[in-house]
C-alpha cells in the first residue's frame, strides 16, 4: 500500500491553495466541498477560480508565493500547490516539509505527502479510487465503471441507515449481534425497497429482520454455519461473486497455503485468519483438527469461511470437511471454485479436450497417501483421456515409468504449468519421455500442475491468441 486511504475533516478548517489556474480551481473545488475555508495565493486568477471568488467560496491573496506566508496566514490542514512554475512549487514543497504541513504538489508525486483521488459520490457515500499517483487517467477510468454499477439510490440508503442505527443500536447492545442484523439487512430485499423510496415496505422488512435476530439472540446455543469456498487456481479475478459475498461476510477464515493473498485481502480486515496450510510433510495442522476447529467456531456463533485453491472437491478434502459438519448440524455451504486443471490449462493457451485429439480428461492426485487406491496406469495409458495429475511433481518418476510400461508412447506431449494464473506462471513444455528430466534440468517446485495428452499440441494453432487468456510460454 503506498499510500493510507483516509477521509479527513476539513470542515472549517484552513485550506491553502498555491496557483490560480485551471487546476488549482479543480482542486479548489474539492476542498469547498469538503468545507474547507479556502485561500488561494496567485498573482491572478483565471475564469474558474474567478467564479469561486466572485461566490465568495474564496479568499485571494494576489502575490506570488513566498515560504514566509506560511508563518502569516492560519496554518494550514492542507497545502496544494498547483502553478506553472517549478521554483515555486519546489519552494511550497520545502516550506511546508520544514513546518510539518501536509502538501500535495500537482503531477508530481514525488512532492507529495498526500494525493486526490477519483472521487465518485453517492453522498453521504464517498468512493475514492486511487492509483498511487500512477494513472490518474486509469483512476478516472474505474470511476466511470464504478459510476455504472453504484446506483444514485445508495446516497438515499445511506441516510436511511444513519437515521436508524441509534434505535438498532439500543435494541441490539452486542456488536457481534448488530453486526448479524446489518449483514442479514443489507443482503435482503431490503436494499432495493430503500433506494426506490418504497418506505413502507422497507421499513417492514428492517422489523422482521429485527425481530429475527433479537429471536436468535435469545436461543440457547447461537449457530454459525460455515462457507466451503473454492478461491480459483490464483488469479483472484477468477473467484466468483458468491465466493466473494460470502469471504466479506465472515467472521473468520481458514486458508490453505495455495491461496493467493490477494485473495485473503478481500476478507473483511476485522476477519480472524488462521492458517492451516499443508505442504509435503509439513502439515501445520491436521485434516482432524481443521475439521474440528469448522465445527468448535460454528458452534460459537461465528460465519466461518474455508478458504481452498481451486475447487473445494477437487482434491481439497471439502467432502470430509462436509462431513463433520452434517453430524454436528452446521449448516454450511459449498461454493465451487475454477480448479487448477482448467485455469491453467487456459492460460497456458491449451484446451484439455478437442475433438480431434482428446474428448475426456482425467484429474489424478499424484500425491499417494497412505490407504489411497494406487492409479491404474494401465486404464490411463490406453484410454485417449488428457490426463492432469495434481501434486505429483515429486512422484514424476514413478507416474512417467507407470504409463510408459503400459504402452503410452514416450513422445506424447506433456505440459508442468507452475504457479498457474498468476503473473509468475511459468509454462514448460516436454514429452513424456522426458518428463522427469525436464523437471530436474529446469528445477520445478510445486505448486506445479502436470498436464500429459496430445491435445497440448493444439497451443501451436492458438499462439497468436494466447496473449488474450494470459498465458506465457
Not at 499510500?3 to 469547498?32: E, H, M, S, T, W
Not at 467472521?251 to 491461496?259: G, H, S, T
Amino acid at each position: 500500500m503506498d499510500y493510507l486511504p483516509i477521509f479527513l475533516n476539513l470542515k472549517q478548517q484552513p485550506c491553502l491553495i498555491i496557483g490560480g489556474g485551471v487546476v488549482a480551481a479543480r482542486k479548489a473545488d474539492l476542498l469547498i466541498k469538503a468545507g474547507g475555508t479556502v485561500t488561494v495565493i496567485a498573482p491572478e486568477l483565471k475564469q474558474e477560480m474567478q467564479s469561486h471568488l466572485q461566490a465568495e467560496k474564496i479568499e485571494w491573496i494576489k502575490a506570488t508565493f513566498s515560504p514566509e506566508m506560511l508563518d502569516t496566514l492560519p496554518r494550514p490542514k492542507v497545502v496544494i500547490a498547483a502553478t506553472d512554475e517549478e521554483t515555486v512549487n519546489q519552494a511550497a514543497y520545502q516550506a511546508c516539509q520544514a513546518r510539518h504541513i501536509p502538501i500535495n504538489v500537482a503531477d508530481q508525486t514525488e512532492l507529495c505527502d498526500f494525493i486526490l483521488p477519483a472521487i465518485i459520490e453517492r453522498d453521504p457515500i464517498t468512493i475514492a479510487v486511487s492509483t498511487g499517483g500512477r494513472s490518474p487517467i486509469l483512476a478516472r477510468i474505474i470511476k466511470a465503471r464504478l459510476e455504472t454499477l453504484i446506483p444514485a439510490g445508495f446516497g438515499r440508503l445511506a441516510d436511511w441507515l444513519g437515521r436508524v442505527r441509534p434505535k438498532i443500536k439500543s435494541k441490539i447492545p452486542s456488536p457481534e449481534g448488530r453486526k448479524a442484523f446489518w449483514e442479514r439487512l443489507l443482503n435482503g430485499s431490503f436494499v432495493q425497497k430503500a433506494m426506490q423510496n418504497q418506505t413502507e415496505a422497507a421499513e417492514q422488512l428492517l422489523e422482521q429482520t429485527l425481530q429475527a435476530t433479537l429471536d436468535s439472540q435469545t436461543a440457547d446455543n447461537p449457530q454459525g454455519e460455515v462457507y466451503l469456498i473454492g478461491a480459483g487456481p490464483g488469479d483472484p479475478d477468477l473467484m466468483t461473486f458468491k465466493a466473494l459475498q460470502l469471504l466479506q461476510q465472515a467472521d473468520v477464515v481458514l486458508y490453505d497455503r495455495l491461496v493467493n493473498p490477494a485473495i485473503l485481502d478481500m476478507a473483511r480486515r476485522e476477519a480472524e485468519r488462521i492458517y492451516v496450510g499443508k505442504k509435503s510433510k509439513q502439515h501445520a495442522i491436521p485434516q482432524p483438527n481443521i475439521n474440528q476447529m469448522l465445527v468448535d467456531l460454528a458452534k460459537q456463533g461465528k460465519k466461518v469461511a474455508r478458504l481452498k485453491g481451486g475447487d473445494p472437491y477437487i482434491f481439497g478434502r471439502g467432502a470430509e470437511e462436509a462431513e463433520e459438519l452434517v453430524k454436528h448440524n452446521i449448516p454450511f455451504e459449498v461454493v465451487p471454485g475454477i480448479t487448477a486443471a482448467a485455469g491453467c490449462s487456459a492460460y497456458a493457451g491449451f484446451p484439455l479436450t478437442h475433438r480431434e485429439f482428446s474428448q475426456s480428461v482425467t484429474l489424478i492426485t499424484g500425491h499417494q497417501q497412505a490407504g489411497a487406491a494406487e492409479i491404474d496406469y494401465g486404464r490411463l495409458a490406453h484410454s485417449g483421456d488428457t490426463m492432469v495429475f495434481y501434486m505429483g511433481i515429486k512422484n514424476a518418476p514413478k507416474i512417467q515409468q507407470g504409463l510408459l510400461s503400459h504402452g503410452l508412447s514416450p513422445d506424447t506431449p506433456a505440459a508442468i504449468i507452475e504457479k498457474g494464473t498468476t503473473p509468475e506462471q511459468r509454462n514448460t513444455y516436454t514429452t513424456l519421455g522426458q518428463l522427469s528430466k525436464t523437471i530436474e534440468q529446469q528445477q520445478i517446485q510445486p505448486p506445479a500442475l502436470m498436464i500429459i495428452g496430445e491435445v497440448i499440441q493444439v497451443k501451436e494453432r492458438l499462439v497468436s491468441q494466447e496473449t488474450l487468456v494470459g498465458g506465457k510460454a
